[in-house]
C-alpha cells in the first residue's frame, strides 16, 4: 500500500486531471442530492466548507437554500489542529479558503456536517491534505450529528493508510449516489 503522501499526489492528480465542466456538473448533481437527504430528513443546521482548488464545490446548496443556516470552518489553531464554526460573511483565510470573519462555535451546531477529502476508502475513512483539522472536529462531534464525507466517484477507493488519531465518516455522497458505511 502508498503512503499518505504519495495517495495524496495521487488523488489530487485525479480529481485535477477532470475537466471543469465535469466538476461542475458533479458538484451541481451532489448539491441536489444532498438537499434531498436535508429535506427528507428536516435537516437545517449544516457544516459545509469552501472549495479548495478543484474540490466539489457546495456553493450551489448554500446558495441555492437560503432558508437553512450553513456554518463553515476557521482555522483558530495549526497546532493543535482546530477549527471554529460560523456563518457569513466570509474572507480568505489560511490558505486563502473562504472562511467566516466570525466564527463563535468551537464545536459545529449543526445536525449534518459535510467533510472534504482527497480519497474515501469502502469503510468511510478518508485522507485529507494531513492537517488533521476534520479528524479533530469529528472527535469533538455529539453522536447525533451525521457525519457525510462529499468527493467526487474518482475520489474512492478500497482502503486507505490510517493513524490512531483518523476518524471515519458515517456516509459518503458522490455524483455516483450515497454509501452508508
Known amino acids: 500500500m502508498a503512503d499518505k503522501k504519495e495517495l495524496r499526489g495521487h488523488f489530487l492528480e485525479l480529481r485535477h486531471a477532470a475537466p471543469e465542466d465535469e466538476r461542475r456538473s458533479a458538484s451541481l448533481t ?8 436535508c429535506r427528507e430528513r428536516g435537516i437545517t443546521r449544516i457544516g459545509a466548507f469552501s472549495a479548495f482548488g478543484s474540490e466539489l464545490d457546495l456553493g450551489p446548496l448554500i446558495q441555492g437554500h437560503p432558508e437553512w443556516q450553513f456554518f463553515l470552518p476557521r482555522v483558530v489553531s495549526r497546532r493543535p489542529p482546530r477549527l471554529a464554526w460560523g456563518t457569513g460573511p466570509l474572507a480568505p483565510g489560511l490558505w486563502g479558503i473562504l472562511e467566516p470573519v466570525a466564527a463563535p462555535h468551537a464545536t459545529p451546531p449543526v445536525q449534518l456536517l459535510l467533510v472534504p477529502g482527497l480519497a474515501f476508502d469502502t469503510q468511510g475513512y478518508r485522507l485529507g491534505y494531513g492537517g488533521g483539522f476534520y479528524d479533530a472536529a469529528l472527535s ?3 453522536g447525533e450529528v451525521i457525519t457525510l464525507g462529499v468527493g467526487f466517484a474518482v475520489q474512492r477507493c478500497e482502503c486507505l493508510p490510517r493513524e490512531a488519531r483518523d476518524l471515519p465518516v ?3 455522497m458522490t455524483e455516483s449516489g450515497m454509501t452508508w458505511f
Open 140 to 142: 469533538t462531534l455529539d
Open 170 to 172: 458515517q456516509a459518503l
Open 30 to 37: 451532489v448539491c441536489e442530492a444532498i438537499a434531498d437527504f
